[in-house]
Structures are given as C-alpha cells and as structure tokens.
C-alpha cells in the first residue's frame, strides 16, 4: 500500500511538438497531421527498415544507424555551383566511420561533436556512408533502434514511417524517440473485462510494441491490439445505429395470416423453393411482423431466386393492402425485374408498374396518381422512384437491388418515402419507416459483409435451383484458340442457341488501324470496344448469322427494342458491354465470350457467367486473356461465387469491391482485411456483448471507449441507418 503510484497525465498528449515553427520541417509535419505529441504517438509506422552497427554495415545497402559525432567539418567541391560537403567522423559501440552530407554546408556548425545522430543511407565501396536523411538521436544508442541487442554481424530492425516533403522517416523516428516516455500517458481506451478476456496488451503498451519493436512477435502483437479496438468501434456503430433505427422509426406490422403470399407459393410459383430460399423466406416473414422496420441483404449465387424471395416479401405487404417498391440501378435492370415479376406472378391478380426517367409522361402522371391513391400496390422503377413528385399511400416494403450502386442520400430519399404512409403503431414521434430488403446479386464473403455491411442482417443463398447447368470456363489465348472460339460460337448458334459478345468499351479509344488479332502496331493488345466488334464480327466471323448491339450509351427505347430481339431469340448474338452483367435472363443464351477479360474483376466476371446455363443445354464461358492471369485461372477452376468473391478480396483490398454504405465510415487504417477475418468475429463478439450490456457506453468501464467511438465517428455516429 506504501508502494508510489503514477497516475496517467493525457493532458501531455496535447502537448505541441517542440520543433522550430518555420522551416520545411513544421510544414511538414503540419501537412502530416502531426502537431501534437498524441498526433505523432498515433502516427504508425507501416513498414520496417533495417537497423544496423556501424560494423554491421554492407556495401549498396540502405540502413539506418545511430551514431555519435567524434569530429566534423566541411569541405570545398571543386565543380563550380556545388556546395561544400560536410563530412564527419562518426561512431558506435561497434566501430568508426566517416559519414557524408550533401549540399548542407550549415550542418558543421550545427552537429558539434558530442552529438547524437540517427542517419538513413548507403554506404559505398570506399566505405563511406552517404546520408539520405539525418536526425537528432537523443539519448539514443543502437539498442534503442533495433529489436534486439545487435551485434557487428547481426541486423536489427527499425520503424519506417510514412512522411511528406520536408520530414522524412527518420525525423518522424527521432521525434517520436523524444517522447517515448509519454507512452505511459496514453489513456486505456478498453475495460479490463475486455482486455483480459482478449489477450490484449494496453494501449500504450500496443503503441509502444509499433514505435519500439523487441521482435517481430511483439510488433504484431501490439498491432492487434490497435486493430481489434479500430474493429469493435466500427462494429458498434453499426449496433448503434441498427439501435437508433429501431427507437426512431416504426413500420407496418405485416402479421395478419398469409393469403395471396402463401396461394402464390403454393399455385402459381412454377418451381419448388430451394432450402435457402425457404429459410429466407421463413426468416423473412417472421421480421415483417415486428413493428421494428425490417434492415435485412440478400445476397447470394447467380441465378440462386433472390427476386422470389423478394417477391414474397412485397406480396406480404400488397395482401396487407400496402405497397411495395422495387429499385434498381438501371432501366435495363428494372425492366428485367419487371418482367420477371410479371412471369412469376402469373394470373394473381396484383396491380404492378414500371417507372422509369423513359416512362412517357402521360403513363408517368396515372402511376404517380394511382400511387399516391393507394390503387398501385406494387411498383418497379429506377431512381425515378425517389424523385420529389412521387408519392406514396402506405410504402410498406422497400426492396434496393444492387444496393452499393445507390449513394447514402439516394437510399435515404427512398426511406422518407415511408414517412408518406398512415397508419401503423410504434413509440410516439417515431417516423413511420418500410421493411427494406436489400439485394446483391455479388456474392459478399462474410468478413465484408461484417466489415461494410455489420448493421444488417443477412441472408444467403447458396443452393441453384434445379435445372441449372453446370457451365464449362477456359481461358482462350491466341489466334488458333481464338478461331475455334468463334467455331463454337459459330455451332452453337447454328443449333439455334444464343451467344453473348462482352466488350470492356462501348467505342474505341484511338481508332488506329487494327486486325482480327486486336494486336496494335506496337504489339501492346488493344482493348475491344463493342462498337467495333459487333460490326467486325457481322462482317467477318459471324457472318451470317443475326446480331444485336446493347451498351450504356444507347438510348432506353433502342436498348429495350435490342433486349427484346434478342429475348425473343430474332437475334443469334447479343454483342455489349457490361451493362447485361445483371439481371438479364434468356434461358437459350449457352456461349459468353469475354474479350479482354483480365480486366474485369471477379465479381463481374462471375456475374457476366450466370447470364448463361439457365436452360437445359451445355454452355461455355469463353475467357478471352493470358492464361497466367491469376483471376481468369480463378474462374477456371471455381463455380462458387463466394469462393470467387474472397479470392477477390485477396487480390484487391476490402474497400475496393464495394463501395463504403455509411457516409462517415473511414477505411481500416490498421486491421487488414481479409487476413483480420479471425480479429474481426472476435470484435464482432465483443461488440455485441458491450452492446447489450451498456448501449451508450455509459458505464465507467466504457467512459473511455465512448470518447473514443465519439473521437473516431463524430457526431453521426449515432445518427439512425436508413434504407
């Protein structure tokens, strides 16, 4: 009990850096963030450096030593306009060696002997060792920079830091050094519960392990502790938010017995419910009865019936005498789910639109009437259903397909859209808000879906329904692979099936002259443009046989007209771009040929493979790209979409497959997705207990952690999710 006690002092993290406040220096660091002494703690190193002696120094290589200056001096460049070296004799523990800085002449009076120095570069062949970057060392001395105590012929290792024009990594190192003992100060931001019940290291000390490595073992360990607290924040934000929505808003409780959902499931749907489309459903029904409004992605394989699941969930709503809305990105889309609305719902009879930027004006303003009147149960559109003119009776359930192609504002517009409708129950004040479901037809592995998607429930499904063929992929390279691309092309079409030509460009960038090859002058492959090929082909390979042009530039009535001849099977060949990658289904469709493919990613390759095996004939997936490329050898070798999809992840970073949902929400700066898979359900876990114990983080165990999540998210970290 006599023994001294030191309490943390955080005040010391909002200390200025002691650095002269003019000069490229402060600049600098002003530029980085780092004008604090808490700005420069946080301020992590990415990467490692080697750290040697002075013995332990190679020729041509570049390290960093701490060292002390025996004697200085500068000397006189005899080439006219160069500035005098400074060159000095420098030492260690190890050994001496003479040290040169170039085109710094002041450098002789400021590094008096005596003086520490920690210098980054090269040492040459006449053993020299030519400065990069310097600092002032402190009280350094070789064990402080390495991770462990070096010796003349074992390397340590050192944090290298990322920098701007005037500081370098080594200044940042130095800087850092001098307020090493303000690591004690740093507040704990986890309860002990936490802590304990992770394994986890302090924060200061996490901190201290990035700065100050002893090995390899300690610098992830610390790591790990930094990126479980930067997950379980974001993993509360979306409890938080999920939670808010819940108090604020309230939705129509769909709980009367079901008549039109469950007759159309048992008499007019055409097919049996796979066993994930069941439980989808099943889980599905059970949320529209809460008055809680339903915040569920349904995601799953290529042509695995996610618009059936769907469908069911806006019949619960029109057999309530609701409505329910269906967004899509595109006309194109919307048109496709429109008509496979109408095909699955066969003679029930339930009033349904479609309502797009092309609707004519006069069918605009009866759908706009019969909406606002409540006589349109069911609609279909585009972004035109979030326009400010569009108004809705009792928006029961809101279905966002394609959900990450929406901004934050536009499925927020969608969700005011809710506040139209009469009726329902709820806490008093609460807006009245519709069930949302949102759709993906990219398979998402489960890390992202935790990491973007952490404030929705989720549904998967993975079963194909019967019938779907198994579809053969290979990668086609060179011209005689190529000619016999188009001979299968050529046979299946004769058969009277159907092909799809995709395109990376609507039209070519540089119209110089090119062959059948796509092989420019220099030998570089050119990138085919849709344009190009559907008339080249017409003329050449495919001669004979009916094509059809589809890309985004074409205007919505001859998109649909070239849509529906193809549909219709009046056309052979369907020459596009990516604008088929969802949501078109011609059943007879058996090739897709991808010209350039290595340069779609996964996702889109995958999603451009379902367009075909939808009937009872073989198909084949022709890859047109170099045989080493890994992601064209992926879809060689794997059919399941998300196996694809974390093999995309992989190869790409976790922000680059979808985009982020919430506005506010930053990239990792230190978890590391999808190798943090396993930290990331540990910080799920933990979030979900903090969560249900201690919402607000009021609790003094989560004082800190609160300031914390406040500091991370701002304000609008509380802000209620919308659709």
């Known amino acids: 009990m006599e023994a001294p006690v030191r309490w943390p002092r955080p005040s010391r993290l909002g200390a200025p850096l002691e650095v002269p406040q003019a000069g490229k220096l402060a600049e600098g660091l002003r530029a980085l963030g780092l004008t604090s002494v808490g700005a420069l703690l946080e301020h992590l190193p990415r990467d490692i450096r080697e750290a040697r002696t002075v013995a332990a120094l190679k020729v041509g290589e570049q390290a960093t030593v701490a060292v002390q200056v025996r004697k200085i001096g500068a000397r006189a460049v005899r080439r006219r306009g160069m500035k005098p070296l400074v060159e000095a004799t420098v030492f260690d523990g190890t050994g001496s060696m003479r040290a040169t800085f170039f085109k710094q002449p002041w450098l002789a009076q400021r590094y008096e002997p005596g003086t520490r120095l920690v210098l980054h570069g090269k040492t040459t062949e006449r053993g020299t060792f030519n400065v990069a970057h310097h600092a002032l060392g402190g009280d350094w001395n070789a064990s402080h920079l390495t991770n462990a105590h070096p010796t003349p012929d074992t390397p340590g290792e050192i944090a290298h830091y990322p920098a701007t024009e005037g500081v370098s990594s080594t200044q940042i190192l130095a800087l850092v050094q001098g307020v090493r003992d303000v690591l004690r100060d740093v507040p704990e931001t986890l309860g002990a519960a936490t802590r304990m019940s992770e394994g986890l290291p302090d924060r200061g000390g996490a901190l201290a392990a990035m700065h100050f490595p002893r090995d390899a073992q300690d610098r992830e360990k610390g790591r790990e502790r930094l990126a479980f607290e930067e997950l379980l924040l974001t993993q509360l934000v979306f409890m938080r938010r999920r939670e808010r929505r819940g108090q604020s808003t309230r939705a129509h409780r769909l709980n009367e017995p079901p008549g039109l959902s469950e007759r159309w499931l048992k008499e007019s749907l055409p097919f049996t419910l796979t066993g994930d489309q069941r439980r989808a459903v099943e889980t599905i029904g059970k949320e529209l009865e809460s008055i809680r409004p339903m915040q569920r992605l349904l995601m799953g394989e290529v042509g695995s019936g996610k618009t059936v699941v769907a469908l069911y969930a806006m019949l619960r709503a029109v057999e309530h005498g609701l409505q329910a809305a269906l967004m899509a990105p595109t006309e194109t889309l919307a048109e496709q789910h429109f008509a496979t609305l109408q095909q699955l719902l066969g003679a029930e009879p339930v009033p349904a639109a479609l309502l797009s930027g092309s609707t004519p004006v006069r069918r605009r303003t009866d759908i706009l009437g019969k909406l606002e009147s409540g006589e349109l149960g069911l609609i279909v559109g585009t972004h035109a259903l979030i326009e400010p003119d569009v108004r809705f009776r009792a928006l029961a359930v809101a279905v966002v397909d394609e959900q990450h192609r929406f901004g934050v504002r536009q ?42 998607y952490g404030d929705l429930d989720v549904s998967m499904l993975r079963e194909l329904p019967r019938g779907r063929q198994a579809i053969q992929t290979r990668i086609v390279a060179g011209e005689q692979a190529r000619a016999r691309a188009y001979e299968e092309v050529r046979e299946q079409c004769g058969e009277g099936r159907q092909a799809f030509v995709v395109c990376p460009l609507v039209e070519e960038a540089d119209p110089a002259d090119r062959g059948s090859s796509g092989v420019g002058a220099g030998g570089e492959v050119e990138l085919r443009a849709a344009r190009a090929e559907y008339e080249r082909l017409a003329k050449g390979e495919l001669k004979g046989f009916e094509l059809e042009l589809l890309h985004g530039g074409m205007r919505s009535r001859e998109k649909q007209d070239a849509m529906a001849r193809f549909a219709s099977g009046k056309a052979d060949v369907l020459v ?57 050898r992926a879809m060689v070798e794997h059919s399941d979409g998300f196996r694809l999809a974390e093999i995309d992840l992989e190869l790409r970073s976790e922000g680059e497959l979808v985009g982020t949902r919430q506005s506010g929400l930053r990239q990792f700066e230190i978890a590391c997705l999808p190798q943090d898979a396993a930290l990331l359900e540990r910080a799920r876990a933990r979030a979900e207990v903090i969560a249900a114990t201690d919402p607000g983080l009021e609790a003094p165990e989560h004082a800190l952690l609160g300031e914390a999540f406040e500091h991370a998210f701002g304000a609008g970290a509380s802000e209620p999710i919308s659709a």
């Open 411 to 452: 499925r927020a517009a969608l969700d005011e859209k809710g506040s139209q409708a009469t009726g329902g129950e709820g806490p008093i004040g609460a807006r009245p808000a519709p069930h949302v479901l949102h759709m993906t037809a990219t398979p998402i592995p489960r890390t992202l879906a935790l990491a973007r």
């Open 576 to 632: 596009a771009t990516t604008v088929i990658e969802v949501g078109i289904d011609v059943a007879n469709a058996t090739v897709m040929l991808v010209e350039n493919a290595e340069r779609f990613g996964l996702s889109q390759l995958h999603q451009l493979r379902g367009r075909i095996g939808r009937g009872e004939h073989r198909s084949s997936c022709l890859l047109m790209g170099p045989p080493g490329a890994r992601r064209l």
